[in-house]
């Protein structure tokens, strides 16, 4: 599966970005897509995550719940980050991952995350 993020840019303090991930392929069984961030001189960290099937559970980092929000359109094997009250502090390159038959628990570790797209940067400027 390969994963191809965009929509990243720069937009001032409170603005509003929508980042896409499209996958190559529609995954069978419980497949998780998500997305993690990565500022400068930080750690990756979660953001959200959504599964594809059933449903469509989700998870989203406090750091950013009432803010972002992920989204699905399975007929176009894409998912959406949808980020709106936008701070300084959530400047970084995000990536978005898919994981295979993930545990809820496991949403926000990226070691459990299989498939990777190459990242879009998103400049928040104050």
């Known amino acids: 599966v390969q994963l191809q993020a965009s929509g990243g840019g720069l937009v001032q303090d409170g603005g509003s970005l929508t980042l896409s991930c499209a996958a190559s392929?529609?995954?069978?069984?419980?497949?998780?897509m998500g997305w993690f961030r990565q500022a400068p001189g930080k750690e990756r960290e979660f953001v959200a995550a959504?599964?594809?099937?059933?449903?469509?559970?989700?998870r989203v980092a406090n750091s950013v719940k009432g803010r972002f929000t992920i989204s699905r359109n399975n007929a176009k094997n894409t998912v959406y980050l949808q980020m709106n009250s936008l701070k300084p502090e959530d400047t970084a390159v995000y990536y978005c991952?898919?994981?295979?038959?993930?545990?809820?628990?496991?949403?926000?570790?990226?070691?459990?995350?299989?498939?990777w797209g190459q990242g879009t940067l998103v400049t928040v400027s104050s």
């Open positions: 392929e529609r995954a069978s069984g419980r497949f998780v």
């Open positions: 991952a898919a994981a295979n038959n993930l545990i809820f628990s496991d949403y926000d570790r990226d070691t459990r995350y299989r498939y």
């Open positions: 959504i599964t594809t099937s059933g449903g469509g559970s989700t």
